[in-house]
């Protein structure tokens, strides 16, 4: 299972930080991704963390703005947000796979998925 929070309404040029709380057995847990996504378009990936080593992925539109990191003991995933555009209005969900995805932000890989949380900027 897995539970987002975090989210909220800001201002273009500020930042948010979410939340993912993980529940349930480790293997399923390979892969957490962030993805989005905006009334009308297509669910797209945001960022990926592989949490055995690590290594972390991210969408070109957010290199350089959001970092996603992790903390084992408390089985929680999170996403930093700097620098928010308008064009981040989404809604953000939490997944998770026990494989390691290609390409990495590949929907149909990832088999848990988080309710969702809002982000608005304005």
């Known amino acids: 299972q897995l539970v987002e929070s975090g989210g909220g309404s800001v201002q273009a040029g500020g930042s948010l930080r979410l939340s993912c709380a993980a529940s349930?057995?480790?293997?399923?847990?390979?892969?957490m991704a962030w993805f989005r996504q905006a009334p009308g378009k297509e669910r797209e990936g945001v960022a990926r963390i592989a949490t055995g080593s690590g290594n972390t992925y991210y969408a070109d539109s957010v290199k350089g703005r959001f970092a996603i990191s992790q903390d084992n003991a408390k089985n929680t995933v999170y996403l930093q947000m700097n620098s928010l555009k308008p064009d981040d209005t989404a809604m953000y969900y939490c997944a998770a796979t026990g494989r390691t995805p290609q390409p990495v932000f590949s929907t149909g890989s990832y088999n848990h998925w988080g309710q969702g949380t809002q982000v608005t900027v304005s």
């Open positions: 349930g057995y480790t293997y399923n847990r390979n892969c």
